[in-house]
């Protein structure tokens, strides 16, 4: 925790920093090593000054996503619950589109079964049930993530303020019930100009990926934020994240839920 005399100072600082990151796309060192104190507390009302400031420019909220939510990522992290990062309106890719990789620092990507609520969630004390009776249809996603932090060298307080390392996502063409497949058992892989990068199973967040949604619902009522109706949520890769280079194709497939396809120039 920080001293209290300059707390705010500091916040507002390094919303600044990173703020300043993304826009020049000049990654800056991490936060942490300035301020060795920085807690995930004050990291999360890091990344909402930011989110504030978009708001107040015009954006609007698409959702949220899930970071940390496999148990490996959480031993690198040295932490034993997931993040959550804000995904707003600008950040909606379209897969016929191109998308500039130079727009970004270090872009990577990665893939996840997206949710999208028909009805708001409960906060706290949501359950995994809550989460299935709230999503209207499951889609195909590919995240892009990025780091405003030079050469990813976060620690978790980094990564929160960076909004979870949030910098995009496609959606594929597909819309699926959830009651028509096994979100705990969906085989996934990722093709990279036509040649495979990654493959993994949903089991690999948190062992079910509605229960990261749920996870996401009770921690985000603690900061009043409500998963609502029309959200978009991101539980988590069910992948590693791959590197982008300029010119790359990704394709994603998911068993049962079909594919979703990101290109970058």
């Known amino acids: 925790m920080l001293e209290e005399a300059r707390r705010a100072a500091v916040l507002e600082e ?5 703020r ?10 991490p936060l942490t090593a300035a301020e060795p104190g920085l807690g995930a507390g004050e990291a999360y009302e890091i990344q909402l000054i930011n989110i504030r400031r978009r708001l107040a420019a015009g954006a609007r ?3 949220h996503k899930v970071g940390l939510s496999s148990p490996v990522m959480q031993r690198m992290m040295g932490v034993d619950e997931p993040d959550y990062g804000h995904l707003l309106d600008t950040m909606l890719l379209r897969e016929d589109v191109p998308v500039p990789a130079a727009a970004y620092c270090h872009p990577r990507v990665e893939v996840e079964v997206g949710y999208v609520l028909g009805a708001s969630l409960p906060g706290e004390g949501c359950t995994e049930a809550d989460v299935l009776a709230a999503t209207e249809y499951v889609v195909p996603s590919i995240e892009l993530i990025d780091s405003r932090i030079r050469d990813w060298r976060i620690a978790l307080a980094d990564t929160i303020a960076d909004n979870a390392s949030s910098a995009g996502v496609v959606l594929g063409a597909a819309r699926v019930r959830p009651d028509a497949l096994d979100l705990a058992g969906i085989e996934a892989v990722l093709r990279r100009n036509g040649e495979e ?3 993994g199973n949903t089991s690999a967040v948190l062992g079910n990926p509605t229960t990261a949604v749920a996870w996401l619902a009770g921690k985000v ?3 009043g934020v409500k998963l609502e109706a029309g959200h978009l ?3 988590g890769s069910c992948t590693r994240a791959v590197d982008v280079r300029p010119g790359d194709v990704f394709h994603a497939e ?9 290109r970058f120039e």
């Open 233 to 235: 949520i991101l539980p």
């Open 221 to 223: 009522a603690a900061f």
């Open 254 to 262: 998911f068993a049962g839920l079909g594919s979703v396809t990101a």
């Open 61 to 63: 909220v698409l959702g």
């Open 20 to 29: 300043a990151a993304e826009r020049d796309r000049a990654p800056i060192e």
């Open 197 to 199: 990068a990654a493959r």
């Open 14 to 18: 390094a919303a600044g920093r990173l």
